[in-house]
């Protein structure tokens, strides 16, 4: 079976696109082509993608007459290539690719508010990353979810006891330096924790055109020295390692891989109330979890909680191993996939 994965960019620091590259790499008895369709300069990673393996296609442009010309040549490369459906992770794109009469698997990986367009020209095929953006696809839709198939993350067979006198006093955010991902709140929080009399150190983990901003607002408040920018990094579980447990506060969230990866070293994270995000959330807890995204004080509160109870961390960590380990196993993910290809096809001929 040979199937084209598609996505509008394999941006480094994009979680669709690191998921996209471990499903690929660990199927076992799917054959992997890949496309792209941004028109935006990106830190793309497509290194591991083997070489003739990898096509980029205009298919964002603004000119329709550039689009259906791009679709036209995207068809005749996915014949060329003798694909025989595109696994899609972008919801304009897989309408898009419906329209050429080629088979396609949509996943849905956030919420949207409804679409006249998307309702209209919604793939027939679709799956979600949780429960919640399957109900949101289904309510926007009216079509129903073939399957909930979460994002591939590597667990160990148990989880890490957690040093907790010297990883006290530290949390780590990893997510790109954009809006959607809250930054500017939770600094309002840390600086509300500051105002309190605490010494917490945040360690923020990514890239993106917010940096400068939010450097500046963090000096200006005067919690630059509990705040330390590490980047985009490749390489996250040492900075987890040395960290209590992960902050997500986004407006917007799909399933956060990084969620996922913190859980698998061992470490909870403080969540917001978001679609998706409330999915990894484990149902039995002892920690404030869910909290509403754009509130700072609630935020501080419940970062206080959590630095003030390090053992009901290391114990929430534990919850959230064990709650996501086996959906996250990349090679069920794999599997999954595979059934739901073979079911697509099944009915397309």
């Known amino acids: 079976m040979r199937v084209c994965l598609m996505n509008d ?49 205009a298919l964002k442009s603004m000119n329709p007459v550039r689009v259906a010309l791009e679709l036209i040549r ?17 919801r304009r794109i897989a309408a898009l690719i419906g329209l050429t009469g080629i088979p ?23 799956t979600a990353i949780t429960s919640s953006v399957a109900s949101n696809l289904e309510e ?17 067979d148990s989880p890490p006891e957690l040093e907790l006198e010297k990883i006290h006093g530290h949390a780590v955010c990893i997510a790109r330096l954009d809006p959607v991902k809250g930054h500017r709140y939770l600094l309002k929080a840390w600086k509300i924790l500051s105002d309190r009399g605490h010494r917490y150190h945040l360690h923020l ?47 917007a969230e799909g399933q956060g891989i990084v969620t996922l990866e913190s859980a698998s070293l061992g470490r909870p994270s403080l969540l917001t109330a978001v679609p998706g995000s409330i ?9 404030t979890n869910g909290v509403q995204f754009g509130d700072p004080a609630a935020l501080a509160d419940a970062l206080e909680e959590w630095f003030a109870r390090p053992q009901a961390v290391a114990a929430e960590g534990k ?11 990349p090679s069920l993910i794999a599997h999954q996939y595979r059934q739901v290809y073979q079911q697509i096809l099944q009915q397309a001929v």
């Open 74 to 90: 995207f068809r005749r490369w996915f014949k060329s290539v003798d694909c025989h459906l595109v696994h899609c992770h972008h």
């Open 9 to 57: 960019n394999y941006y480094r620091s994009s979680g669709a696109a690191i998921a996209i590259r471990r499903i690929a790499l660990a199927a076992t008895d799917v054959d992997y082509y890949f496309a792209g369709c941004s028109n935006e300069e990106l830190n793309e990673d497509v290194s591991w993608v083997p070489q003739g393996r990898y096509e980029q296609f």
């Open 205 to 251: 983990v990514g890239e993106g055109n917010l940096r400068q901003h939010l450097q500046e607002q963090a000096y200006q408040d005067g919690i630059d020295e509990l705040v330390c920018f590490h980047g985009f990094t490749k390489d996250i579980g040492e900075i987890v390692r040395r960290c209590l447990f992960s902050v997500l506060v986004s407006e």
């Open 140 to 156: 926007t839709t009216g079509r129903r979810v073939i399957a909930c198939i979460g994002n591939p993350v590597e667990f160990p």
């Open 319 to 329: 919850n959230f191993f064990s709650f996501l380990k086996r959906s996250s196993d």
């Open 279 to 287: 999915d990894l959330i484990p149902p039995e807890r002892s920690l």
């Open 104 to 126: 396609v698997l949509y996943t849905g990986q956030l919420v949207f508010p409804p679409a006249a367009w998307f309702r209209i020209l919604s793939p027939r095929h679709m």
